[in-house]
């Protein structure tokens, strides 16, 4: 018989029977098909050495005038700009004592530092800065205590624990003269309450805001006890931040990276600004600032509490003034089809938002009514804040029901992963699911946290590529995403031995300074021959290209596994594993078999050095088949 050549439809199909997907693939990880071909993806190096503190949700970036690179990083706990592979903590201060309102009490042989500050409204894990406190009297010095602490333990509303640290941040425990309670000049300087890096929900009444999700539905149990998801935009040069069910915050530009963000109300000249919101966004040829989930107006002020479906906007070129006067373009207005106001976007000439249930689009009309805002879709609401992309052919959206794209209206994709994905998907977690672009290959990017993974954390993405209309999986860890544009590279957020850092991905082809393992892909069944016969499988003749970065000298290889089976219904059987490098020209097999399956893996026992710096694409391999009867 002739040499049987097998080239595969590019994507993996889920949706189908392994055999009734014959032609194509089934399964793989950490790979992309690009001009219909499979490969394996980029790599990931830092972005610099140093690590930030908390889970990293959100990325933003941005060129100041001066075009000086900014990135802001919204974590768990505090919110930074990076530039220069620095992180500059501007995360804002919620309150500051009086002076002597903060007293220490230390026990000796012991590093906790009990800290009382009458109704400080600390919660376990905040951070609060000390100035002006006069040593304990013995190892507790000054220096000790005037510093940044992250509280161990809130123990009343009038008190918590620290523990002492030096400078460097070595534990110091107190000794049997540390007596003093730290002066009548000390000051606690309090950053606003960090966040959960897990969902919390609870039912039933007085939960949550009114009105914040249907009859019977979870809310969040308070904004304090909430996951810390950030939005952020820019206003000029300057940037404003909110993190979800908080206060909306400004930092400018020209203070520097050395101070902090500033409630927005409370800025001079600043006219009914809401003080929480759900997200805020800036319309781009409009000029306005965007709060969604304001808090709304009630007589000359703010109710200081989220109202899940209005959308409050400033005047035009304004972002201080939110008081609607016929003489401005400030106003708000409330949407009615969901629950409350999930995410929102920026399109062409619109601004995308939804609740948990709908789709409304929302653009600039001018005087009086200024922004007009339509019904587009009911019944595909947005699965999480973050889970949504805007890319040149459409915006991508993920629901709970599946993936669809706007292009003037609403469809659903046709997707080949669908039931695998979202039988997949931790429902329970599901605000963390997010969306990114790699607008170099063409792919958006879904990630989400698998049920069974079990870790209530992201752990496992799907990749559509919308230029060629397929898609593929994979597992890979990342809690944000952000494209290339302003970044020569896409940016993403991770942890690595424990620490919080962002990586740089399609950054060569390893996974930080190691070969990337787990690799691989695998194919639908292949009728062997006809398939209604045996036949024998004695030869393979691979076509692997392999690429390696011009600075690195390797040998490098991929596995070849070859699995059989007679009947749809029987379990695989590997038969063999062979190694195939640079210069194999076949591999010598036998196998006896009605249906094969071909796998393509990395080599993950490679000499170390050989592990590095390639990636493989693979072209249309053959196989030698000779027939062997019925029987």
């Given at each position: 018989?002739?040499?049987?050549t097998?080239?595969?439809?590019?994507?993996?199909?889920?949706?189908?029977?392994d055999?009734?997907?014959?032609?194509?693939?089934?399964?793989?990880?950490?790979?992309?098909f690009?001009?219909?071909?499979?490969?394996?993806?980029?790599?990931?190096?830092?972005?610099?050495?140093n690590?930030?503190?908390?889970?990293?949700?959100?990325?933003?970036?941005?060129?100041?005038?001066?075009?000086?690179?900014?990135?802001?990083?919204?974590?768990?706990?505090?919110?930074?700009?990076?530039?220069?592979?620095?992180?500059?903590?501007?995360?804002?201060?919620?309150?500051?004592?009086?002076?002597?309102?903060?007293?220490?009490?230390?026990?000796?042989?012991?590093?906790?530092?009990?800290?009382?500050?009458?109704?400080?409204?600390?919660?376990?894990?905040?951070?609060?800065?000390?100035?002006?406190?006069?040593?304990?009297?013995?190892?507790?010095?000054?220096?000790?205590?005037?510093?940044?602490?992250?509280?161990?333990?809130?123990t009343?509303?009038?008190?918590?624990?620290?523990?002492?640290?030096?400078?460097?941040?070595?534990?110091?425990?107190?000794?049997?003269?540390?007596?003093?309670?730290?002066?009548?000049?000390v000051?606690?300087?309090y950053?606003?309450?960090?966040?959960?890096?897990?969902?919390?929900?609870?039912?039933?009444?007085?939960?949550?805001?009114?009105?914040?999700?249907?009859?019977?539905?979870?809310?969040?149990?308070?904004?304090?006890?909430?996951?810390?998801?950030?939005?952020?935009?820019?206003?000029?040069?300057?940037?404003?931040?909110?993190p979800?069910?908080?206060?909306?915050?400004?930092?400018?530009?020209?203070?520097?990276?050395?101070?902090?963000?500033?409630?927005?109300?409370t800025?001079?000249?600043?006219?009914?600004?809401?003080?929480?919101?759900?997200?805020?966004?800036?319309?781009?040829?409009?000029?306005?600032?965007?709060?969604?989930?304001?808090?709304?107006?009630?007589?000359?002020?703010?109710?200081?509490?989220?109202?899940?479906?209005?959308?409050?906007?400033?005047?035009?070129?304004?972002?201080?003034?939110?008081?609607?006067?016929?003489?401005?373009?400030?106003?708000?207005?409330?949407?009615?089809?969901?629950?409350?106001?999930?995410?929102?976007?920026?399109?062409?000439?619109?601004?995308?938002?939804?609740?948990?249930?709908s789709?409304?689009?929302?653009?600039?009309?001018?005087?009086?009514?200024?922004?007009?805002?339509?019904?587009?879709?009911?019944?595909?609401?947005?699965?999480g804040?973050?889970?949504t992309?805007?890319?040149?052919?459409?915006?991508?959206?993920?629901?709970?029901?599946?993936?669809?794209v706007?292009?003037?209206?609403?469809?659903?994709?046709?997707?080949?992963?669908?039931?695998?994905?979202?039988?997949?998907?931790?429902?329970?977690?599901?605000?963390?699911?997010?969306?990114?672009l790699?607008?170099?290959?063409?792919?958006?990017?879904?990630?989400?946290?698998?049920?069974?993974?079990?870790?209530?954390?992201?752990?496992?993405?799907?990749?559509?590529?919308?230029?060629?209309?397929?898609?593929?999986?994979?597992?890979?860890?990342?809690?944000?995403?952000?494209?290339?544009?302003?970044?020569?590279?896409p940016?993403?957020?991770?942890?690595?031995?424990?620490?919080?850092?962002?990586?740089?991905?399609?950054?060569?082809?390893?996974?930080?300074?190691?070969?990337?393992?787990?690799?691989?892909?695998?194919?639908?069944?292949?009728?062997?021959?006809?398939?209604?016969?045996?036949?024998?499988?004695?030869k393979?003749?691979?076509?692997?290209?392999?690429?390696?970065?011009?600075?690195?000298?390797?040998?490098?290889?991929?596995?070849?596994?070859?699995?059989?089976?007679?009947?749809?219904?029987?379990?695989?059987?590997?038969?063999?594993?062979?190694?195939?490098?640079?210069?194999?020209?076949?591999?010598?097999?036998?196998?006896?078999?009605?249906?094969?399956?071909?796998?393509?893996?990395?080599?993950?026992?490679?000499?170390?050095?050989?592990?590095?710096?390639?990636?493989?694409?693979?072209?249309?391999t053959?196989?030698?088949?000779?027939?062997?009867?019925?029987?």
């Amino acid at each position: 018989m002739p040499l049987q050549t097998l080239d595969f439809k590019p994507g993996i199909d889920k949706e189908a029977t392994d055999y009734s997907a014959k032609g194509g693939w089934v399964d793989g990880n950490l790979v992309r098909f690009r001009k219909g071909r499979v490969e394996k993806i980029g790599g990931w190096a830092k972005l610099g050495t140093n690590a930030f503190l908390g889970i990293c949700r959100a990325l933003h970036s941005w060129i100041e005038l001066g075009g000086t690179r900014y990135l802001g990083l919204g974590t768990t706990f505090k919110y930074y700009i990076e530039e220069g592979n620095a992180y500059n903590d501007v995360t804002p201060i919620r309150s500051t004592t009086g002076a002597g309102d903060v007293t220490f009490a230390a026990t000796d042989g012991s590093s906790t530092i009990t800290v009382t500050d009458t109704g400080h409204g600390a919660v376990n894990n905040d951070f609060v800065t000390f100035s002006g406190a006069a040593t304990l009297g013995g190892n507790i010095t000054a220096a000790v205590l005037n510093q940044e602490y992250q509280i161990s333990l809130v123990t009343s509303a009038n008190a918590y624990e620290i523990t002492a640290k030096d400078t460097a941040g070595a534990t110091v425990t107190a000794n049997s003269s540390d007596t003093g309670n730290g002066g009548s000049s000390v000051v606690g300087a309090y950053q606003i309450n960090v966040g959960l890096d897990v969902y919390l929900a609870s039912t039933g009444w007085s939960v949550g805001t009114w009105g914040d999700g249907g009859w019977g539905s979870t809310s969040p149990t308070s904004n304090v006890n909430q996951l810390r998801i950030w939005t952020h935009d820019n206003f000029g040069e300057n940037l404003i931040i909110n993190p979800r069910g908080g206060g909306i915050f400004r930092w400018v530009d020209s203070g520097g990276l050395g101070t902090r963000a500033q409630k927005l109300s409370t800025v001079s000249g600043a006219n009914l600004v809401p003080t929480v919101g759900l997200q805020v966004i800036t319309s781009e040829v409009d000029r306005h600032l965007i709060v969604l989930g304001a808090d709304p107006i009630s007589g000359s002020s703010r109710t200081g509490t989220v109202d899940p479906m209005l959308v409050a906007f400033s005047d035009s070129e304004n972002e201080l003034e939110f008081e609607p006067l016929s003489t401005n373009s400030a106003g708000s207005l409330r949407i009615s089809s969901g629950s409350f106001i999930v995410g929102a976007t920026k399109s062409r000439q619109e601004i995308l938002i939804w609740t948990d249930t709908s789709l409304y689009s929302m653009s600039f009309i001018g005087p009086p009514l200024t922004f007009a805002v339509n019904l587009v879709n009911e019944g595909a609401g947005l699965i999480g804040p973050k889970a949504t992309v805007t890319a040149p052919s459409g915006v991508f959206f993920a629901s709970k029901t599946g993936f669809y794209v706007y292009n003037g209206a609403v469809q659903k994709l046709p997707c080949t992963v669908q039931e695998y994905v979202f039988n997949d998907l931790d429902l329970t977690q599901a605000f963390k699911c997010h969306m990114g672009l790699n607008s170099e290959y063409g792919e958006m990017w879904f990630f989400y946290p698998s049920i069974e993974d079990g870790t209530q954390e992201i752990s496992r993405y799907v990749i559509y590529n919308y230029e060629e209309n397929h898609w593929s999986i994979g597992s890979l860890v990342r809690y944000a995403w952000l494209d290339a544009g302003i970044e020569d590279t896409p940016f993403a957020t991770a942890t690595d031995s424990s620490e919080q850092f962002v990586f740089q991905h399609e950054s060569g082809y390893d996974n930080l300074d190691a070969g990337m393992s787990g690799v691989f892909i695998e194919s639908a069944d292949i009728d062997v021959g006809s398939g209604e016969d045996f036949s024998f499988v004695r030869k393979i003749i691979p076509d692997v290209r392999f690429i390696s970065e011009s600075s690195v000298s390797n040998n490098p290889a991929v596995n070849f596994v070859l699995k059989r089976r007679n009947y749809p219904s029987d379990p695989l059987v590997t038969d063999s594993t062979s190694q195939i490098a640079a210069s194999t020209q076949f591999k010598n097999l036998r196998s006896r078999a009605r249906q094969i399956v071909l796998r393509f893996e990395s080599d993950d026992d490679l000499p170390s050095g050989d592990a590095l710096g390639y990636k493989w694409r693979l072209g249309s391999t053959r196989v030698d088949v000779q027939p062997s009867g019925r029987r």
